[in-house]
């Protein structure tokens, strides 16, 4: 059910969008005293009363697989997807894109892989260290106190390891290995990689009410005990326990509103449900609506005084964006097959990880990648093993197929690599002129370009990943990919952790917000997703998205005592 907001009434702060960012924002302007109102495109939603964790897939008629709102599965906890109905998005042609939204209360949060690292100190300063991309306005050291923060309140498992560039954190105990884990960590010491427990955020002791997980294997459904972070349960619910925040779903954002002194003054945003446009009014304006999306809000908010969108005068809001690089490869592992059959559920996610490793300066790409692990046993559904014709003497029919899939079960390996994407010109998102969604609000059209830093980045990663399954004594689905295939570099946007478009800086001719992610140009207006990062690093963002927007939260609370907004 949408609420409707009071008539009239001026909030503190508006945040548009609920997610890892728009929600840590909540919570913490709420808890520092402010009257926030938060637009969410999407219904409500929370794990804790939605989630299907328990379901299993035979339950169900699908068994469990993709619809057309669920694209990961009939159970996974995330409405959206690559395409979303009425809501599109074009690409420029010669260009591939993919651009996965989310549309429910606490966005991507609900289904996300929960791997949370920190950016490091050479993340924040790169250009400084290779000569390629930009530095950070900031350093490790201004967002290490928020990285705290965050687990402290959000919780995470992991180890101390003391590895430079992977900051340690506030950990939980991680769960030890499963089998196919000690096969994989066996290899990696082998071969001289570094392999360490993963870092996710689940927690494994009780934390703020919040029961330590029960290691069911399901986290992409929603955890009904709250034992991983979701932003609904974890930021949401406690900003609405302060009886501070105003909370509106299906309200989709179109465009921040602005006043003739050219401060914010609000947002404009149609009731989905009604089709009715509204004005919300407030001093303070948070976009969070994801990176992409946030920059498409500010190009939309076009006046006579910011021709070409707000906070736009250096013409840069939709540029620098970036995508994760990566490729995966599987294996079958003779020495895995017929194993004896064991609980291997686990804390929903990977329980090994591989930082980054090697010294660019013997090889032929600048940055580098980190490697996921997957395999096992988990409770089955449909199209899983992802074809058994692919085992030897896989396939057939009855007592042969059964026996097989007994056999080959849990006898697969995945490693995935994640990498760092350096912002190009050629990768940007503009309004489409032409195409507007079913509100009638602009969308956005991708332009994008892998450079031979990206793909001599993932040649490495699947000749890595290729030594480490013949390590095993396994065998590969797949030939090694050729340049003339990319090397399998997955499309742009694929990986799901685009950043930039609003990217920060201190020169506002080349950014758009600075280091307190404040419009350059637009003192009441902030960005608290990853449109600010000004690289990508080789690690999954959202535990920076989450620092980030706390420390920006606090910058807002700290102005707004002042009066300084
Ligand atoms: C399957 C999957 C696995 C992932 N795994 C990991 C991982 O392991 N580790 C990691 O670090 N990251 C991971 N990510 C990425 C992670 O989910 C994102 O980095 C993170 O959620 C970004 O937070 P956000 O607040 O910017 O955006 P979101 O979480 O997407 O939230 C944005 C919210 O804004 C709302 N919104 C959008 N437009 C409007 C509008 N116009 N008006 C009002 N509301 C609007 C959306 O409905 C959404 O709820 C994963 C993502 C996916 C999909
Ligand atoms: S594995 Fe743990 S955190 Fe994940 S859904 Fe199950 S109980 Fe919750």
């Not at 057309?68 to 979303?84: Q, V």
């Not at 390629?132 to 201004?142: A, K, R, S, T, V």
Request: with cysteine.
């Amino acid at each position: 059910m949408t609420q409707l907001a009071p008539p009239r009434k001026t909030y503190d702060v508006c945040i548009v969008g609920s997610g890892a960012g728009g929600g840590m924002a909540a919570y913490a302007l709420t808890k520092a005293g402010a009257e926030v109102i938060l637009l969410e495109a999407g219904g409500p939603w929370y794990g804790s009363r939605d989630g299907k964790m328990l379901i299993p897939n035979y339950a169900s008629p699908r068994r469990g697989a993709a619809t057309k709102l669920r694209p990961f599965g009939e159970f996974d906890a995330c409405d959206g997807g690559w395409e979303i109905e009425g809501e599109p998005y074009t690409v420029a042609t010669g260009s591939r894109f993919l651009w996965w939204r989310a549309r429910m209360l606490g966005g991507r949060t609900n289904h996300w892989g929960r791997i949370s690292l920190r950016f490091g100190p050479d993340d924040f300063k790169r250009k400084s260290l290779d000569g390629i991309g930009d530095d950070w306005p900031i350093g490790y050291e201004d967002i290490a106190p928020y990285f705290d923060r965050v687990d402290r309140l959000v919780g995470i498992y992991g180890s101390k390891e003391g590895i430079r560039n992977e900051p340690d954190g506030i950990f939980h105990p991680p769960p030890a290995p499963r089998c196919y884990e000690l096969l994989v960590k066996k290899a990696s010491d082998k071969l001289k990689i570094t392999c360490i427990p993963a870092r996710r955020s689940v927690i494994t002791q009780p934390l703020n009410g919040r029961p330590a997980c029960h290691y069911c294997g399901q986290c992409d459904r929603g955890c009904t005990t709250r034992s991983n972070f979701s932003s609904p349960d974890v930021f949401i619910a406690p900003a609405q326990a302060t009886g501070k925040l105003t909370l509106l779903t299906n309200a989709m954002v179109r465009e921040v509103v602005v006043g003739p002194d050219g401060k914010a003054t609000g947002v404009s945003y149609v009731n989905r449900l009604t089709g009715e446009e509204v004005q919300v009014r407030a001093r303070v304006v948070v976009l969070a609506a994801s990176a992409l999306e946030s920059s498409r809000i500010l190009l939309n908010s076009k006046t006579p005084k910011f021709p070409q969108g707000l906070a736009n005068s250096s013409g840069t809001v939709g540029k620098y964006i970036t995508d994760t690089t990566g490729t995966d490869v599987a294996g079958y592992i003779p020495a895995m097959e017929n194993h004896v059959t064991h609980n291997e559920d686990g804390a929903g996610g990977m329980h090994l990880y591989m930082p980054w490793w090697l010294d660019n300066k013997k090889l032929d790409f600048p940055r580098g990648y980190h490697i996921e692990v997957w395999g096992g046993i988990r409770a089955p559904g449909a199209g899983f093993m992802g074809g058994i014709q692919r085992y030897p003497s896989g396939g057939g029919y009855g007592k042969q197929l059964k026996e097989d899939y007994r056999r080959y079960y849990g006898a697969t390996i995945g490693l995935s690599g994640r990498g760092e994407m350096i912002p190009n010109d050629d990768s940007y998102a503009e309004i489409d002129p032409n195409v507007v969604d079913r509100f009638g609000i602009p969308v956005l059209r991708f332009h994008w370009k892998w450079t031979d830093y990206e793909l001599n980045q993932v040649r490495h990663m699947q000749q890595t990943f290729r030594a480490l399954i013949a390590e095993m004594g396994g065998q590969t689905f797949s030939p090694m990919p050729t340049k003339e295939q990319d090397y399998a570099i997955a499309t742009g946007g694929q990986i799901i952790h685009e950043l930039g478009g609003t990217r920060m800086g201190s020169d506002p001719k080349t950014s758009v917000v600075n280091e307190n992610c404040q419009a350059h140009d637009v003192k009441n207006l902030f960005v608290a997703d990853g449109g600010p990062f000004v690289s990508q690093a080789d690690k999954n963002p959202t535990w920076t998205i989450m620092a980030l927007a706390w420390r920006t939260s606090d910058y807002i609370a700290d102005q707004m005592k002042k009066r300084a907004l």
